[in-house]
């Protein structure tokens, strides 16, 4: 059974993580400045983290399913009616944009990582509102 107080302090997380992109990122210093651009996509990559530990607890809590893969857990979760499949495709990219970051599969290109915080956070509030409407409804708690 999905634990409530956990799943929701980590989508507060996410909350504040965008909060902090949309108030302290200056997306237009990207391409110059590495400072800026690694505050961008070391934030980018904590909240993309987030939603997926989030992902990983209600699939396995709930029993929806073995993933093979981080972004199977979105396929999972969308199966089951807890997020849109729209909105899996989008997190699934977020888990491959998170991955180049992390395990450097190749220099991310300062023009990707604006495009991700300029266009696509909204993607992870998504998934806290969507979550978190399930969990106020009393489903798979």
């Known amino acids: 059974m999905t634990d409530p107080g956990l799943v929701r302090k980590k989508l507060a997380q996410i909350e504040t993580y965008v909060a902090e992109l949309r108030r302290l990122a200056n997306l237009e210093a990207i391409a110059s400045?590495?400072?800026?651009r690694r505050f961008v996509e070391h934030t980018l990559q904590i909240a993309i983290q987030a939603t997926q530990d989030v992902a990983s607890h209600i699939v396995s809590d709930d029993r929806l399913g073995?993933?093979?893969t981080n972004q199977e857990l979105f396929e999972l979760?969308?199966?089951a009616g807890w997020i849109t499949d729209e909105l899996a495709a989008a997190l699934r990219a977020a888990v491959g944009f998170r991955n180049i970051v992390v395990?450097?599969?190749?220099?991310?290109?300062?023009?990707?990582?604006?495009?991700?915080?300029?266009?696509?956070v909204d993607d992870l509030l998504a998934f806290v509102e969507a979550v978190r409407a399930r969990l106020n409804a009393g489903d798979g708690v």
């Open 33 to 36: 400045d590495v400072r800026e």
């Open 66 to 68: 073995e993933s093979k």
């Open 77 to 79: 979760l969308a199966t």
């Open 103 to 120: 395990y450097g599969y190749a220099s991310v290109d300062p023009a990707i990582v604006r495009d991700v915080a300029e266009n696509h």
